[in-house]
């Protein structure tokens, strides 16, 4: 554990020391938040079930945060390391290699947690955010959502040769997603061609199981979407386990 511990503070200092992967996780939610909330404010509107803009984008958002974890944070970091050296100087210590994966993941689901609570600390104090669901269900889902992009993360780590390449294909995975997905826009004023598309994404499951939860729908209306998670992570876990390559 002390070890884990000491790892997990190396890797934050990391984190902290990347300014990009640190704006988009912790800032850039933010900055959408109060941007559209200064402009529409969070008054309830009929297209989004008399709920206002503020409350359906906060767990939007989440997920954002989430993909940007996943997508941009995770597999940039690990190939940049690979790259580098550090994973193979790491692995020559005595630390086993399953507590430096641990410890890599802790520290960004943390982190990707602390951006998600700093959103719903603004939007309450801010703009009078409404949660009507239970929170250990969002949690919950908050947590199968994050595990399941990290796993997709470290397999674009895995199969990505430099941290370069890493970035352009985590990029070109992540805008695609957040703009069709609902997770900066709107699901339900998408164009029904741009809906189509944003049913085969990944993200679009996690907007819509946190949104449903963070307004109090019943878990069974989310079996489907936690199933395409749930089967997301596992894939995930597997593949990265054969392919991942320490340098």
Same mark, same amino acid.
């Given at each position: 554990?002390?070890?884990?511990?000491?790892?997990?503070?190396?890797?934050?200092?990391?984190?902290?020391?990347?300014?990009?992967?640190?704006?988009?996780?912790?800032?850039?939610?933010?900055?959408?938040?109060?941007?559209?909330?200064?402009?529409?404010?969070?008054?309830?509107?009929?297209?989004?079930?008399?709920?206002?803009?503020?409350?359906?984008?906060?767990?939007?958002?989440?997920?954002?945060?989430?993909?940007?974890?996943?997508l941009?944070? *995770? $597999?940039?970091?690990?190939?940049? !390391?690979?790259?580098?050296? =550090?994973? #193979?100087? /790491?692995?020559?210590?005595? %630390?086993?290699?399953?507590?430096?994966?641990?410890?890599?993941?802790?520290?960004?689901?943390?982190?990707?947690?602390?951006?998600a609570?700093?959103?719903?600390?603004?939007?309450?104090?801010?703009?009078?955010?409404?949660?009507?669901?239970?929170?250990?269900y969002?949690?919950?889902?908050?947590i199968?959502?994050?595990?399941?992009?990290?796993?997709?993360?470290?397999?674009?780590?895995?199969?990505?040769?430099?941290?370069?390449?890493?970035?352009?294909?985590?990029m070109?995975?992540?805008?695609?997603?957040?703009?069709?997905?609902?997770?900066? *826009? $709107?699901?339900?004023?998408?164009? !029904?061609?741009?809906?189509? =598309?944003? #049913?085969? /994404?990944?993200l679009t499951? %996690?907007?819509?199981?946190?949104?449903?939860?963070?307004?109090?729908?019943?878990?069974?209306e989310?079996?489907?979407?936690?199933?395409?998670?749930?089967?997301?992570?596992?894939?995930?876990?597997?593949?990265?386990?054969?392919?991942?390559?320490?340098?």
């Amino acid at each position: 554990m002390r070890g884990l511990r000491k790892l997990m503070l190396v890797e934050l200092k990391l984190f902290l020391r990347e300014p990009e992967t640190f704006f988009f996780t912790l800032i850039f939610p933010m900055v959408m938040l109060f941007v559209f909330g200064s402009i529409y404010g969070n008054k309830p509107v009929e297209i989004f079930g008399g709920r206002g803009t503020v409350d359906i984008s906060v767990p939007a958002y989440m997920g954002l945060i989430i993909a940007v974890t996943g997508l941009m944070s *995770i $597999p940039i970091s690990t190939a940049t !390391d690979r790259e580098k050296g =550090v994973l #193979r100087r /790491l692995r020559a210590t005595p %630390v086993r290699l399953q507590t430096i994966l641990i410890a890599r993941i802790m520290m960004y689901f943390v982190m990707t947690l602390v951006g998600a609570l700093l959103l719903v600390a603004a939007g309450k104090i801010v703009y009078g955010l409404r949660f009507d669901g239970n929170a250990l269900y969002v949690f919950l889902a908050f947590i199968i959502s994050a595990l399941s992009f990290f796993a997709l993360g470290f397999v674009i780590a895995s199969l990505a040769p430099t941290g370069r390449t890493a970035n352009i294909v985590g990029m070109a995975l992540f805008f695609p997603m957040i703009f069709f997905s609902g997770a900066t *826009i $709107p699901w339900n004023v998408l164009p !029904d061609g741009v809906q189509m =598309v944003g #049913r085969a /994404l990944p993200l679009t499951y %996690v907007v819509k199981l946190l949104q449903g939860l963070w307004f109090a729908e019943p878990w069974n209306e989310h079996l489907l979407k936690v199933a395409v998670l749930a089967g997301m992570l596992i894939v995930g876990v597997v593949v990265s386990a054969k392919i991942f390559r320490w340098e």
